[in-house]
């Protein structure tokens, strides 16, 4: 089986850093517009899509700033893969970024580009920032 790649986008997002952040790295931010649910008990989160289920510990995180999953295994076992949002703000113009990091097969990646795009655009849609 062959390995993912990593991939990097950045989304330009009208926003303070401090209410994008609540979007990322909270349960009830994320299944706003990442997943249909997100649970989570103590460092472990659990996505939850139409009929998927898949879970990640939170690995890092610097408040306001970033904050990174890494997909485990049915042990709880961290994998190699993770995703990561960090949110860029430029100290001249104060505008505001975030860029992802991910992972996708080399013949999944500009799908997975794809659904990134639709996601943070839904993202968007929920903190006004369209």
Do not use: C
């Not at 062959?2 to 994008?20: C, G, V």
């Not at 997909?71 to 993770?82: A, F, G, Q």
Request: aromatic share 14%.
């Amino acid at each position: 089986m062959d390995a993912k790649i990593r991939y990097e986008l950045e989304f330009p997002i009208n926003s303070s850093p401090q209410l994008l952040y609540q979007y990322i790295s909270s349960p009830s931010g994320l299944s706003e517009w990442f997943a249909d649910n997100v649970n989570s008990r103590g460092e472990f989160f659990t996505f939850i899509w139409d009929d998927s289920e898949e879970v990640a510990r939170q690995s890092s995180k610097k408040s306001g700033e970033k904050i990174k999953f890494r997909w485990v295994d049915d042990n709880k076992k961290d994998t190699e893969y993770y995703f990561e949002m960090r949110i860029l703000e430029d100290e001249i113009t104060k505008d505001v970024s975030l860029v992802v990091v991910d992972f996708a097969f080399a013949d999944e990646v500009d799908q997975a580009k794809l659904l990134w795009e639709n996601q943070i655009s839904d993202l968007k849609h929920v903190i006004g920032s369209v």
